[in-house]
């Protein structure tokens, strides 16, 4: 604590976004709390786990991790509403299938030795304002709180900030006794009527296979059925020994960024702040990258805090691109177009600048990728 008794930071959230503010900020110099409800944090989680190759130089960052935690997937089988499919590589890329529970946890640890106080099964019921800080209730005064407490996060309304409205809802299965063919790839399932708004998808994870699907949410929760899924998939797929292991499943976020995402002496980030990729709903990265540039922000803020208002906040990506062709998936998602175009080379190309170049035809990699075909 300073000398006045106050943390300088109080992290909400202890998933990928709160974790790398937290950590960073403890790196800085600054006195942080991170409280997550949850008493373990690799327990009930609502993520698939596949990053990036980006994301996993984040996480690089936040300490050496073992290599037991992921398995590198090397390409993507797109497959259509009959099953029909095609394969997509794109060299020299990949994604990380990761074990998930363990990366959590050893996240966690490198927040304790970077001098975090971490609080597991701390839930953040409210706060008030105090001059020169917030007073969080079963906490006590801090100088600067970040929510990175996930999609319908609870800091964002305690102080009014932006909440995220248009979501997608993730069910997976974790099996066993189940191996896929074509073990290094990622494979993945238009079908409008089981994943409408996004897809299905089925690998070879680390120690388990994971088979899900996300759909779009409209009028509360609509159902997504995985258990159907996980039946067509047996029409391709052996699953005839499988056993579930474990569940996750969660609400993804697809509007783009909360609006506003900061406020006196609070901001938010990951998930809580809308930064997932309204197409792909990929948002581990950017929960990662926003919570480490958060902590900058706030470092370099209170340095010059005199007592009174003090307000940051961070760049983050407003996915314009993304956005609209989330819309126009909306709109035009059709299973006979899809089957009609799958073996076409529009639809590959399509394919492979969303799933391996993060920023479309404006990144050069994609270019050079699209140009050697
Ligand atoms: C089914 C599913 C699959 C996904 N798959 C992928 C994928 O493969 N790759 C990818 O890049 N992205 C994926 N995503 C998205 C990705 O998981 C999220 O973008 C990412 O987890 C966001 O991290 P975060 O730290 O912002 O928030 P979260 O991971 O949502 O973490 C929020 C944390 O805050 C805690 N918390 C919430 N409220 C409180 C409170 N009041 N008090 C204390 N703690 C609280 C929660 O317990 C949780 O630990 C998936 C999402 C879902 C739902």
Not at 186 to 195: G, K
Not at 240 to 256: C, D, E, F, Y
């Amino acid at each position: 604590m300073t000398a006045a008794g106050r943390a300088d930071l109080l992290v909400v959230g202890a998933s990928f976004a709160g974790v790398a503010c937290a950590t960073e900020a403890a790196r800085a110099g600054l006195r942080v709390i991170l409280i997550e409800r949850k008493t373990d944090a690799g327990d009930k989680l609502h993520t698939t786990g596949i990053v990036v190759k980006e994301a996993a130089d984040e996480i690089e960052r936040l300490g050496h991790f073992a290599p037991e935690l992921i398995r590198p997937i090397r390409g993507v089988r797109l497959y259509g509403s009959r099953l029909a499919s095609v394969a997509l590589d794109s060299p020299g890329y990949f994604f990380l299938a990761t074990d998930t529970p363990n990366l959590m946890r050893w996240l966690i640890e490198q927040a304790i030795n970077a001098g975090v106080d971490v609080r597991l099964g701390t839930l953040f019921t409210g706060a008030q304002r105090e001059t020169g800080g917030v007073v969080v209730d079963n906490i006590g005064p801090v100088r600067f709180i970040v929510g990175a407490d996930g999609p319908t996060s609870k800091v964002a309304r305690t102080f009014n900030l932006g909440l995220n409205r248009e979501f997608l809802f993730g069910v997976e299965a974790e099996l066993t006794g189940v191996s896929l063919p074509e073990p290094e790839r990622l494979h993945c399932f238009l079908d409008r009527r089981l994943a409408r708004g996004y897809i299905g998808w089925a690998f070879d994870g680390v120690g388990v296979t994971q088979i899900g699907l996300a759909a779009r949410q409209r009028h509360g929760r609509d159902k997504v059925d995985l258990d159907a899924f996980i039946a067509k998939l047996g029409q391709i797929f052996d699953l005839a020994s499988m056993k579930v292991v474990a569940r996750r499943a969660g609400l993804i976020p697809i509007g783009g960024p909360v609006d506003p995402i900061a406020g006196d002496r609070v901001l938010l980030v990951g998930d809580a702040a809308g930064l997932v990729s309204p197409l792909t709903a990929g948002g581990i990265h950017t929960a990662l990258e926003s919570g480490r540039a958060a902590a900058v922000a706030i470092a370099t803020a209170l340095a010059h805090d005199s007592g009174g208002a003090l307000s940051t906040t961070i760049d983050v990506p407003q996915f314009a691109a993304k956005r609209l062709l989330r819309k126009a998936f909306d709109l035009f998602q059709s299973d006979r177009l899809f089957d009609a175009l799958l073996n076409t080379g529009a639809l590959a190309i399509a394919a492979r600048l969303v799933y391996f170049h993060r920023r479309g035809l404006l990144s050069a990699g994609a270019w050079r990728d699209l140009l050697r075909r």
